[in-house]
């Protein structure tokens, strides 16, 4: 997300940005801020050095994205989309686990 609203920024900057497109991204970037802010206000004041990993770490992401090919983000979009098929079949295996194991009393 933080991602996303760097690149509305950068495309504030182009000829792409017209009046409709403005109106329709202002309504994200404000929707986007919004949720971004909630949720550093809800981690930064858990713990401050996470935060900052996080936000080094999508300062680095967006930079390298920022030079791919559209072909290569296809291919990571379809990487990324596997590792959440992935992830989620996990916690389901984990939840089937839990729910079927024995009781200890």
């Known amino acids: ?5 760097e690149n509305i ?8 940005y017209r009046q409709s497109m403005k109106n329709r991204l202002n309504l994200l970037e404000e929707d986007l801020s919004l949720y971004l802010k909630t949720l550093s206000t809800l ?4 713990d401050e050095e996470i935060m900052m990993l996080i ?3 999508i300062d680095k992401v967006t930079e390298a994205l920022a030079t791919w090919h559209p ?3 296809a291919v990571l979009e379809d990487a990324l989309n596997q ?3 992935q992830f989620k079949q ?4 984990e939840q089937v686990s839990e729910a079927t194991e024995p009781t200890r009393d």
Request: aromatic share 6%.
């Open 83 to 85: 590792i959440e098929e």
């Open 1 to 5: 997300m933080q991602a996303l609203a």
């Open 55 to 57: 936000s080094r770490g």
């Open 43 to 46: 981690f930064w004041g858990q």
């Open 9 to 16: 920024d950068e495309l504030k900057n182009t000829p792409v």
């Open 90 to 93: 996990t916690i389901e295996n």
């Open 71 to 73: 072909s290569q983000l």
